[in-house]
């Protein structure tokens, strides 16, 4: 059974076009984030939400954002898409601070995102 | 400092033969080590992880082999299979509190041939 499941799989939009990702999860984990993967290179980590708490990474982009509304959801926000933001989008939850914490990560199928 | 460094990029190996992928890393801080395997079209999977209190681990034919003092680690994949074929990708991070992010090596690609 999917337990980080990321909507849509693929998604295209225009050059300056708002588009939304969408991340849920089941594991009931505390911790979301949000990962840039390009062809051949390692995922890119964009920011993370830790409970509500909100983590940004310092080169990523004010293009950007993210809003988490509750444990289970989490939603990559990018404002006006460029043709350099084609890539694989991972979400990945895990579990901090709890009694079953591993460290580990567990990661989504990804939203492959081509911009026009 | 925060790097950690990941070669081969790419490998080739018979079914049945041994891969080896090493990672490097210069952040004594980090006490966690995990490698993740992703296959086309998927997110990465957690494989096999290493804390350094341990020189060795291994799990079915996956073994992680660490080395401390060289600040090293190494996957080795025994009796390769064409199943195997996949992005590894080693990764470390200071495994506690909210700081815990992990940092990617930057990946290898193996096939295994039939």
């Known amino acids: 059974d999917a337990m980080v499941i990321q909507n849509p799989r693929y998604q295209v939009t225009q050059f300056g076009k708002p588009v939304t990702l969408s991340c849920s999860q089941t594991?009931?984990?505390?911790?979301m984030y949000w990962y840039q993967q390009k062809s051949s290179q390692a995922p890119k980590l964009l920011f993370h939400?830790?409970?509500?708490?909100?983590?940004n990474e310092a080169d990523t982009p004010d293009n950007f954002q993210s809003r988490r509304p509750n444990t289970s959801f989490c939603f990559l926000d990018i404002r006006s898409p460029g043709l350099g933001d084609a890539a694989m989008y991972l979400c990945a939850t895990e579990s901090k601070g709890q009694a079953v914490a591993k460290n580990i990560q567990y990661f989504g199928a990804g939203t492959r995102l081509s911009v026009l | 400092q925060q790097q950690v460094k990941q070669s081969p990029q790419s490998l080739i190996v018979q079914k049945g033969g041994i891969s080896i992928i090493n990672c490097a890393y210069e952040?004594?801080?980090?006490?966690?080590f995990p490698w993740y395997q992703q296959f086309p079209g998927k997110g990465p999977a957690l494989l096999i992880a290493i804390r350094p209190d341990v020189s060795e681990k291994k799990e079915g034919r996956f073994t992680i082999s660490f080395n401390k003092s060289a600040k090293q680690f190494s996957l080795h994949i025994m009796d390769s299979q064409p199943g195997d074929s996949a992005t590894y990708f080693c990764a470390a991070s200071i495994g506690s509190g909210n700081t815990g992010k992990l940092i990617f090596g930057q990946g290898t690609t193996l096939q295994v041939k039939p």
């Open positions: 952040n004594t801080a980090f006490d966690y």
């Open positions: 594991l009931n984990h505390n911790v």
């Open positions: 939400y830790y409970d509500k708490d909100f983590n």
